[in-house]
């Protein structure tokens, strides 16, 4: 096994390559860049759309919940070629919308758009969960789902949602700064009056994740 990167737009693409491929980068018919328009929105949905896990050294152990959390402006604070791993309680489990990076829009069907992610929103503490502007927002897509399934893991959105909830997890994948949403994050619009998450950095792609029996130590 071993490691290549591409760097394109606002950063680099980690790739580990094995010799079994479960996800490709077409994805039933869905490319990396998803159908968008904007090259900086193909640029973001190519790291959304990620199908390979970070490797160890790949893996920022300075890089927890806390430190995304961290007031002050984070647009630089990580790169999209770095990978995490945290532990968090997890507040929410909701599916995503009818989004380009899965070959989707609004006006699309159900039917005619099958492929959503998983948005798990991220607390440091129970008592944080009612307060969106705590959340970090990581995210399972639809080419992981189908890579744990080749693993024998079932990771359905319902199933996800009923094994993680209101839990304490450990999750891991490669980091993003989602740029759609600096303005209604805390650390990169304080004070807005329509924020609904704590940073606009995620882990999206979730690779992997671990249910624990509660609260770490």
Known sequence: MFKNQVCIGIGCLGFVLSGVGHAQDSFHGCPMEGTA?????????????????????????????????????DRKRWSNSQAAEITAYVADV??????????CN????NAKCPLHDSHIALVMDPKQASDKTKHVVVEITPRW??????QGQDWGHDTVRKQILH???KVRGWMMLDLEHVNASENTAP???????ATAWEIHPVTD??????KPN
């Open 106 to 109: 609004s006006k699309m069907s």
């Open 209 to 214: 994740f671990e249910v624990l029996p509660g």
């Open 37 to 73: 328009k904007p090259a900086s929105v193909q640029t973001l949905n190519t790291f959304k759309n990620r199908h390979t896990a970070p490797g160890v050294n790949d893996i920022d152990p300075k890089i927890t919940l806390a430190t995304m959390v961290k007031k002050g402006n």
């Open 94 to 103: 909701t599916p995503g919308g009818k989004e380009s990076v899965n070959c």
């Open 191 to 197: 004070g807005g009056a329509n924020n609904w998450r």
């Open 145 to 150: 789902r189908e890579i744990k399934q080749g």
């Open 167 to 169: 839990r304490w997890v």
